[in-house]
């Protein structure tokens, strides 16, 4: 186990404004769906100073939702382009990807039992809050980089098991729909 604060650096979002030509995304966490994943819908929506141009995030960040109950950790979704971190999160950029694999952490800070001690360490009384100070002491496990891939790769096959009992789930509700509409209509 190592401390996170010696594997990696953190820092929190930045308060931005919306701008009347934006090229960059300032992520909020409703920007999210339940599992972390960007929701589709995202656009840009502020411009980033030459001041605030080191808030820009890069491709091996992580984000975890730092206030409110979805303590929720992503990968920075550089896809979409240039994109910034709201105050809501708290960004965590690995010191050495050849040491600690970003999608490992994402993984390993999303597990469960993982949340719980986060969620126990919030604080706050109207919007839990999650401390800078608290996930730097946040204890990691490191093991070598080939049982991070194995474990990278039973998430995604996880992730995607979900996703097909989702549509199976859905493709039957679709099903009794049809079923049903075409019994009340012969009924008539």
Same mark, same amino acid.
């Given at each position: 186990?190592?401390?996170?604060? +010696?594997?990696? @650096?953190?820092?929190?979002?930045?308060?931005?404004?919306? $701008?009347?030509?934006?090229?960059?995304?300032?992520?909020?966490?409703?920007?999210?769906?339940?599992? *972390?994943?960007? =929701?589709?819908?995202?656009?840009? &929506? &502020?411009?980033?100073?030459?001041?605030?141009?080191?808030? #820009?995030? @890069?491709?091996? +960040?992580?984000? #975890?939702?730092?206030?409110? *109950?979805?303590? !929720?950790?992503?990968?920075?979704?550089?896809?979409? *382009?240039?994109?910034?971190?709201?105050?809501?999160?708290?960004?965590? =950029?690995?010191?050495?990807?050849?040491?600690?694999?970003?999608?490992?952490?994402?993984? !390993?800070?999303?597990?469960?039992?993982?949340?719980?001690? #986060? @969620?126990?360490? $919030?604080? *706050?009384?109207?919007?839990?809050? #999650?401390?800078?100070?608290?996930?730097?002491? !946040? +204890?990691?496990?490191?093991?070598?980089?080939?049982?991070?891939? $194995?474990?990278?790769?039973?998430?995604?096959?996880?992730? =995607?098991?979900? $996703?097909?009992?989702?549509?199976?789930?859905?493709?039957?509700?679709?099903? &009794?729909?049809?079923?049903? @509409?075409?019994?009340?209509?012969?009924?008539?």
């Amino acid at each position: 186990m190592v401390k996170l604060k +010696d594997i990696a @650096t953190i820092q929190t979002g930045v308060y931005l404004k919306n $701008a009347p030509s934006p090229d960059t995304c300032y992520l909020q966490v409703n920007d999210f769906d339940e599992e *972390g994943n960007i =929701r589709p819908t995202v656009r840009p &929506t &502020t411009t980033v100073s030459s001041k605030a141009a080191r808030h #820009l995030l @890069t491709e091996s +960040d992580l984000l #975890l939702a730092a206030k409110g *109950g979805k303590n !929720f950790c992503a990968i920075a979704p550089t896809q979409l *382009g240039p994109c910034v971190a709201s105050p809501s999160f708290l960004i965590i =950029r690995i010191d050495d990807p050849a040491r600690i694999l970003p999608e490992y952490l994402c993984g !390993f800070l999303n597990l469960p039992s993982t949340r719980q001690l #986060l @969620t126990a360490q $919030a604080q *706050g009384s109207a919007i839990a809050s #999650l401390s800078k100070a608290d996930l730097e002491e !946040f +204890d990691v496990p490191l093991p070598p980089l080939e049982r991070q891939r $194995a474990c990278i790769a039973l998430t995604r096959l996880h992730r =995607r098991e979900q $996703a097909l009992y989702k549509a199976i789930a859905e493709r039957r509700r679709q099903i &009794t729909d049809y079923k049903l @509409t075409k019994i009340y209509k012969d009924e008539r």
